[in-house]
């Protein structure tokens, strides 16, 4: 048998981290299986589907890296074939047609309440409804059973067993001749061959019903893992208020997709006390057995030293080919100066995110008109001339534009003028970079051309130059 499994989210919004999450473990299952992964976007509910949030499902799979090897399918292209199964169920006996108006239903339901019951639909319509004309508007219930329990084995949560009495006949086509979600992801996981379906716990209410429509339609019934859902910081279920809703705001605040998807696994699975897996790792050792069922709560502090890790230690190529959106985002022209993977190896140690790295490394494509000026005020005073235009001459000097070259220079000038580097450096710094904190400074300049570091330089000495003079 080979597995197959699929993530089917609604496009009535983003993909959020709980559905990545759910998406990422459907993934990995199918891949430690060498199986096949199948995306499928579920748009019955054609009031709330929106185009948008397609696409920013797509794009944030697409981000993420989880390639499907059928589909995207959708289900708003197959209502001819959920239709020929339902008049399949009504032939047999196993729908029915209900007549009955929205108000009976309401009031039925305020009745139930009242009483203390389950609401449910109490079966008016079940045996007989003949005396209807053909053209009155009607839904299509399933005819659940009436005797017995639907007992299933789940991956996450073991043996889950619902008595058949506590469900009632579902409807499964609406008057306007729409099939409904439940009947919908049947057929659809029938026809795709899913074996294994792994969703969030809000749909175990849903599986019993989805069981008992597989087995009268003589449909194999695969096997089920429920995952928990995913708390907020606070122990609240995730929500806007706990930041990104999108997984695509993750990218939008600089963080990489490898962080994201080491985070996502953690939350709910685990091997050992490991907290740093590479993708093939993931794939190696991933077991829907493993999964936890507990809640898991979201830890942005966690994420970001993972992400923090990542920009270290991944390639810096690979880097770089992400941090190419954050100079776009923020406008610098990067085309013309030092090679992004280059910016990646020395700035990684200081920057959480590639946002910072991106506008940390600013002054490395553009020109600064002004200094900061808390920093211009401590470090470019009057006694930095002298050291700012020995380093500065050490500089033009120097045939080797690399950062030992560079370096050596530095340390030249601050022993021939019996100074501290702190003294040398500082002003240095702020002059070079217009700000007072860089990585090393002789690894800054090294990335500048010469004639770049010359002219901040000479508009440092005007600047002190002028304060002195003030």
Known sequence: ?????????????????????????????????????????????????????????LEGMNWLGLSWDEGPYYQTRRFDRYNALIDQLLAEGKAYKCYCSKERLEALREQQMAAGEKPRYDGTCRHGNTEHATDVPCVVRFKNPEEGSVVFDDHVRGRIEIANRELDDLIIRRTDGAPTYNFCVVVDDWDMEITHVVRGEDHINNTPRQINIYRALGAPVPEFAHVSMILGDDGAKLSKRHGAVSVMQYRDDGYLPQALLNYLVRLGWSNGDQEIFSLEEMIELFSLDAISKSASAFNTDKLLWLNQHYIKTLPADEVAGHLVWHMNEQGI????????????????????????????????????????????????????????????????????????????????????LELGMGKVGMPLRVAVTGVGQSPAIDGVIALLSKERVLARIDMALAFIAERAQG
């Open 333 to 416: 022209v990067f085309e013309q100066g030092p090679s992004l993977a280059e910016v990646v190896t020395l700035y990684a140690e200081r920057c959480n995110t590639l946002k910072e790295l991106a506008a940390q490394s600013r002054y490395l494509f553009e020109d600064f008109a002004e200094f900061e000026a808390a920093a211009a005020k401590k470090h470019l005073r009057p006694v930095a001339g002298e050291p700012l235009a020995l380093v500065r001459a050490k500089l033009a000097e120097l045939a080797d534009w690399q950062a030992p070259a560079i370096h050596e220079a530095i340390n030249a000038a601050a022993a021939e």
């Open 1 to 57: 048998m080979t597995v197959k499994t699929r993530f089917a989210p609604s496009p009535t919004g983003f993909l959020h981290v709980g559905g990545a999450r759910t998406a990422l473990y459907s993934w990995l299952y199918a891949r430690h299986q060498q199986g096949e992964f199948v995306l499928r976007i579920e748009d019955t509910d054609l009031e709330r589907s929106t185009q948008e949030a397609i696409d920013a499902i």
